[in-house]
Nanobody, 117 residues
Framework: QVQLAESGGGLVQPGGSLRLSCAASGFVFRIYAMSWYRQPPGEEREQVARIGAGGDIIYADSVKGRFTIFRDNAKNTVSLQMNSLKADDTAVYYC???????????WGPGTQVTVSS
C-alpha cells in the first residue's frame, strides 16, 4: 500500500524558516521522481520543486534561492527546506511521487503552511 506522509507544516512569521518532510512507503522510492506542490487558498495546485530519481532538480521561479529540496533514498524521505518565507508562500503543501514510464502518480494528504505575523 502506497503511503506518503507529510510533516513539518505550521505557522511561521515572514522571514522565517520551515522544513517539510515526506515519509514514503509501499513503492520503490529510489526510482521515482519526488516533488513538492502547493495549493494556496482559492488557487490551483502548482509544482514548487522536483528532484528526479537521478538527483536532477528544478524549482519554481518563485522559490529559487529560498527553498531547497533533497531526498534520502536510504530512509525513503524527501524534504523541503524553506527559508525567507513570505506571506505568498501560505498554502497546503503536498508531497508527490511520480514515475512517468508507468504513469504512476501518488499524493500525500498535504500539510498546511501559514506565513503570517
Amino acid at each position: 500500500q502506497v503511503q506518503l506522509a507529510e510533516s513539518g507544516g505550521g505557522l511561521v512569521q515572514p522571514g522565517g524558516s520551515l522544513r517539510l518532510s515526506c515519509a514514503a512507503s509501499g513503492f520503490v522510492f529510489r526510482i521515482y521522481a519526488m516533488s513538492w506542490y502547493r495549493q494556496p487558498p482559492g488557487e490551483e495546485r502548482e509544482q514548487v520543486a522536483r528532484i528526479g530519481a537521478g538527483g536532477d532538480i528544478i524549482y519554481a521561479d518563485s522559490v529559487k534561492g529560498r527553498f531547497t529540496i533533497f531526498r534520502d533514498n536510504a530512509k525513503n524521505t524527501v524534504s523541503l527546506q524553506m527559508n525567507s518565507l513570505k506571506a505568498d508562500d501560505t498554502a497546503v503543501y503536498y508531497c508527490n511521487a511520480q514515475r512517468r514510464v508507468t504513469q504512476e502518480n501518488f499524493w500525500g494528504p498535504g500539510t498546511q503552511v501559514t506565513v503570517s505575523s
